[in-house]
């Protein structure tokens, strides 16, 4: 039997006064995601253990059926896997936005810099680097604005903030603080100094783009210590997706990391080409799973009118296609949520739970016709803590 996994990150919100009280997910039209429900069953799911931060590495990990109260060692260091760059025992690794700051460096005008591209970015890390980077403190660049730092002896006596958190507020506050941190605030004060006169930043502000001006440390933690998922449930896996966070995640529990050409974490992602290669993928794995975070990155924007959209194109142009073709194939089962919510009105992640569907082999339809947030009430079904959800979606008992 086959298994795939539909991650829409962040796609789960609260009602909001602009649809009447609905949510993007009850506003959008939803006609796969639906038929999963109606033909499956719904219910809700918990991803975040309490005293954990709602982050998609915690959340995905999760779903992904890790008890990260157990496993969990900081977000950055997964990204490393992805990024090939293996961390030492002692080294300490940070996830390293390229951001706007506004109003003279002191309010977070973007946190991802206008969603600057990979090749811009690149220079500019690589930049970062040369003028930055010793033997104790080393740049990698990554995609788009997510980029690692790796801390070589780095001490941990610190706390900092995930920049997606203080959108369009200021930064005061929020800077890295704790005994450990002056390096770390250093390092984001003098990338400042350096990148104002960039040629790539000069090229952005000439065409009107939000620039780059500065680097944002968050993140940080040490190498992973996660069992290969063959090793806790007997089966292999792919992952797809366009962040680096997901694919070291992938490294690290033993997924073949599936590329896909377009891929771009935005509302402009490939989803095509994501729902192809799901489906040559599982000719080679028994679970296949596919990230999206479009959904995501459009809460982060405070775009209503993006999520909705990418919520409608996740469905009809990913979900749809892949269960048509997996019905033809033999025996399956699907299964869609989101990994935590992230609301349009607030802009950041919450640790509220999340509806999802789940249909296929010897899943017995339970009445209910429609994914969104209602399941959270009324679903059949429910996973305190999330990460319970896996070992039942990959039973071979019935299921409703």
């Not at 990204?79 to 700051?101: H, I, Q, S, T, W």
């Amino acid at each position: 039997m086959k298994y795939v996994i539909f991650l829409g990150d962040g796609m789960s919100d609260s009602p909001m006064p602009e649809l009447n009280g609905k949510t993007p997910l009850m506003a959008a039209n939803t006609p796969n995601l639906d038929r999963m429900v109606r033909e499956g069953i719904g219910g809700w799911s918990l991803n975040t253990p309490d005293g954990f931060y709602p982050g998609s590495d915690v959340a995905n990990l999760g779903v992904l059926g890790y008890d990260v109260t157990q496993s969990y060692t900081g977000r950055s260091p997964l990204e490393a896997g992805a990024m090939g760059v293996e961390l030492a025992e002692d080294d300490l690794a940070f996830r390293c936005n390229l951001v706007n700051l506004a109003d003279n460096f002191n309010v977070m005008g973007d946190f991802s810099a206008g969603h600057i591209t990979t090749a811009e970015a690149s220079e500019i890390i690589h930049f970062i680097d040369e003028k930055l980077g010793s033997e104790t403190f080393r740049f990698h660049p990554g995609v788009s604005y997510r980029h690692l730092l790796v801390w070589k002896g780095g001490r941990e006596s610190l706390t900092t903030t995930a920049p997606h958190d203080i959108s369009d507020r200021p930064i005061a506050g929020h800077l890295p603080t704790g005994a450990d941190a002056q390096p770390i605030a250093h390092l984001m004060r003098e990338s400042q100094k350096i990148l104002s006169d960039h040629p790539v930043n000069f090229q952005r502000a000439r065409a009107g783009e939000k620039t780059a001006n500065s680097i944002w440390l968050w993140g940080q933690g040490r190498r992973p210590r996660l069992s290969l998922f063959n090793d806790l449930y007997g089966k292999s896996g792919g992952m797809i997706s366009a962040v680096d966070l997901m694919h070291g995640i992938a490294a690290n529990i033993g997924f073949e990391s599936i590329r896909v050409d377009g891929a771009t974490g935005w509302i402009d992602t490939n989803y095509r080409g994501k729902a192809e290669a799901c489906l040559e993928g599982l000719r080679r794995h028994d679970i296949l799973f596919v990230h999206v975070e479009s959904p995501d990155e459009a809460g982060h924007a405070g775009r209503l009118d993006y999520k909705i959209q990418a919520i409608e194109d996740f469905d009809r142009l990913l979900v749809g296609p892949v269960l048509d073709a997996l019905a033809e194939r033999g025996p399956f089962r699907a299964a869609a949520l989101p990994d935590h919510p992230t609301p349009v009105a607030t802009k950041t992640h919450n640790s509220d739970p999340v509806p999802f569907a789940m249909m296929g082999e010897k899943i017995k339809p339970d009445g209910n016709s429609r994914y969104d947030e209602d399941l959270l009430k009324h679903g059949s079904l429910s996973f305190s803590p999330g990460h319970r959800l896996m070992a039942t979606f990959l039973s071979e008992e019935a299921i409703g």
